[in-house]
């Protein structure tokens, strides 16, 4: 029996080179996956723009179902503002509950999904690295994240937090936990992350948010058994 994979990322005025990369990712990984016997499919959720960002992802999910590859396009619009990154509580409101639209396109039979900003730079290698590891632990309880970075710099300095609830930093070594570990099959538990992270299917179907974003994810799932895990070489990149 095939591993089921669902990409599940959010847009808002998106439309053009951010969509189109996203896109490009998805069916490379869908290619890579196969050789693997993983099933690749993807969800993307548009809200709020005032763009042609579902327009051009309806096109899209219309063109790769001729080529065998599913793409659910779903709308969740909050309403409210485009914030910058700022740790409003409006805008942690509104982004659990696009976070919940997401997670809610988990099926019954997924084994994963992917859950990963629509804007980052990611390789099929480190998507599948990741789905080998959290396989790997057997019980079903670990869920892993790559490090995300922008240039040299640790990027989501917000979500990454230690078991102590300790934040990453910008520089090296960005954690305590960090220091001296440069390849760790195993990975390294953590309090929370942010950004992108491998769900196993069935926490991704069971939990759910309503202020705290992703970071209220990994604590509710931590509350339900669920370990967050950090894999030290393996990295993603958002654009400067």
């Known amino acids: 029996m095939k591993t089921r994979l669902v990409v599940g990322s959010a847009f808002r005025n998106s439309a053009g080179q951010q ?14 996956a196969g050789v693997l016997g993983i099933d690749v499919r ?27 590859i599913m793409l659910n396009v779903r709308q969740h619009h909050h309403g409210g503002r485009a914030w910058g990154s ?39 290698l480190t998507v599948l690295s990741l789905t080998m590891r959290a396989a790997g632990t057997g019980k079903g309880f670990d869920n892993y994240s790559p490090l ?18 300790s934040r990453f930093a910008p520089f090296y070594p960005y954690h305590s936990t960090l220091t001296g570990l440069h390849s760790v099959a195993s990975g390294v538990e ?35 058994g669920y370990r967050m895990m950090v894999a030290p070489d393996l990295r993603v990149v958002h654009p400067a």
């Open 19 to 32: 969509v189109e990369r996203w896109i490009d990712q998805v069916v490379k990984l869908h290619g890579d």
């Open 42 to 68: 993807a969800v993307a959720v548009e809200g709020d723009s005032v763009d042609s960002t579902y327009e051009q992802l309806r096109l899209h999910a219309a063109q790769l179902a001729e080529r065998g």
């Open 86 to 124: 700022v740790e409003d509580p409006e805008r942690m409101a509104a982004l659990s509950g696009v976070g919940n639209a997401i997670v809610d396109a988990v099926d019954a039979d997924d084994d994963y999904m992917f859950y990963v900003e629509s804007d980052l730079i990611w390789e099929p």
């Open 148 to 165: 995300v970075f922008a240039g040299e710099c640790f990027y989501d300095v917000w979500g990454y937090r230690g078991l102590d609830g």
């Open 190 to 224: 953590v309090g929370s992350v942010g950004s992108c992270i491998l769900m196993q299917g069935e926490a991704a179907r069971t939990v759910r948010t309503s202020a705290g974003a992703l970071v209220e994810w990994c604590s509710n799932a931590r509350a339900r």
